[in-house]
């Protein structure tokens, strides 16, 4: 399938080459034809290296390129090619000029450089140099009113070249204007579907949630119910037990095994007050890491015999758990009761 690129360069080549052409139909004799046939072949050589010619893209990462892209224009004319823009549009309406002779220089044949230059700064400016262009245009502009007079040059095509520079500028803004909204909207978009996606996941964590909930604290509640709250001690315990549980699931799920489990319910059969809290640190570690610290957590409840164990992640770099226990001092209240169990478990890994 034939892409638009394509087409806009074939009418470039073939709207170029008829200009060109035009200067080949002699009505009059011409005091220098090869200076003519040479003016011409400066011209066509500029007009096809100025479409043609693609500069290398260089992209320093796959991720920013999309990003780059959007900030920097592609297809931007070679500096190169630039210049030889620029000594064409100095040399070719002076080299008509003096080669037609005085009395052919508003001849058609010898006017078509106006409508030829034009077209040249018109290829240039959609190369995004308005610079170059709007430069070459003045240096045309400049050397059709010496050779021919400022009403000659406006009236026979002077005029038509800089509307179209003109229109291509104001094109070329309107499209880059309509690629930098494009990136934005599909950054947008991105940033829409991601939020999606988060929000899909966490209803999928909540309905897990739910469903462990009910299945922890469903049987309790249908006892509670079944027996109008009137509970026996066991039951009361259960009823703990089944708090602990939920809680330890919602504020530490990745500190989380079942042999972690059952040493927190163990600690709380025996009577400790337990408390887990997962404060960060664990983000992005792998279920191999976690499994590691899980085994050293286990541990580390398995020996503990405080009355009081808080269990916290921590987000130093070094530390991923901290294991706290507190026992009632000897002979003292228990506001102060004293640190029996401190316990820093590493990241695995880490100096």
Known sequence: MTSVKNVLVALGVAFTAYLAARGLWWTAPVPFPLVVVAALGLYLATTWICIFW???????????GAEASLKRPQHRLPVPAQMLALASAAIVPTAISLAVGDASRTAPFATWYLGGIGALMTIVMVRRRPWTAWTGIALLALASMIWMGWASALALGLVGSIVWVTCAQLLVRSLDRAARDT??????????????ASQAMRQRERRVQVQEALAVAGPVLTRTVAT????????????????????????????LDDDVRAELERARRRGAN????????????????????????????????????????????RIAVTVVGRSPSVGGPSEEDGVDLWREIPHPGAA
């Not at 693609?54 to 920013?64: C, D, K, N, Q, V």
């Not at 089944?242 to 504020?251: H, K, N, P, S, V």
């Open 54 to 64: 693609e500069p290398p893209r260089h992209e320093t990462a796959e991720s920013g």
């Open 183 to 196: 990136g934005r909207l599909a950054q947008l978009q991105r940033a829409a579907s991601a939020w999606q």
């Open 228 to 255: 109008g709250g009137r509970l026996t001690e066991d039951d009361r315990l259960e009823a703990r037990l089944a708090e602990g549980r939920l809680r330890d699931e919602m504020r530490g799920p990745r500190l």
């Open 274 to 317: 337990v408390t887990v809290l997962d404060e960060g640190g664990l983000e992005g570690l792998d279920e191999a890491t976690l499994s590691i610290i899980r085994a050293q957590l286990t541990e580390a409840l398995r020996s503990a015999s405080s009355d009081r164990l808080y269990i916290r992640t921590s987000p130093d770099a």
